[in-house]
């Protein structure tokens, strides 16, 4: 497959077979993910991989134990908190889906310049580039899925539990995202896109 093709034809899954990947094809994902650029080479990832049908169910319920916190607290405010219905969503799909990897920034390795700089969005410039470099890894891998015909939903919603799941899973790091890979079903439209006239311009 082209990697053109790979890039048009990639789209978020939310609905998944039982049928399990092979060891293999998941090795050659991550491994994909390892050739992204990072800042100084420090390849600051690391990938924690669940199959087991416990530790995914207990992911779940640790995300909605913690969504259902969330949402009756806002619920006593009067706010209706769209986001938070939506992750319910995610609830179900970590628990369907044959594999989930954890995605970790791994400190230890960010050897990378690090000048301090507080950016608006109040995370330094090292922990910003070095997240770059993971969002680049999780491109390749779910690129390469493409390519093997694995389907995948890349995971933020994991952070509506972050310190909750940072304690179950005990890893060393900052987890920074979740991946869910399967086959798919009922896999909809790819959804549209913005024109480069309205998010490009020469100067
Ligand atoms: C950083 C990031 C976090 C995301 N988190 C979630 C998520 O937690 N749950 C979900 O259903 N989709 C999530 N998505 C998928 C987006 O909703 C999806 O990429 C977007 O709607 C565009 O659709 P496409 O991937 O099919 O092109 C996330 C995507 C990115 C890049």
Known sequence: MKVQDAIYQRKSTRRFTKSEIAGNIIEEIIAAGTQAPSPKNDQPWKFLVIKSIEKKKRIADILE????????KYIRQGNYR?????AFETV??????????FVYLDFQKCKGHDDGVRWELNAKDIECTH???IGAAIQNMLLMATEKEVNSLWIADIFYAYNELQAYLGEEGCMVAAIALGYGMDIGKKVSRRGLKEVMKYI
């Open 65 to 72: 134990n913690q969504l259902n916190r969330i949402k009756s």
């Open 82 to 86: 769209e986001d938070i219905i939506g």
């Open 92 to 101: 179900r799909i970590i628990k369907e889906a044959p594999t989930l990897i």
């Open 131 to 133: 997240i770059m470099a």
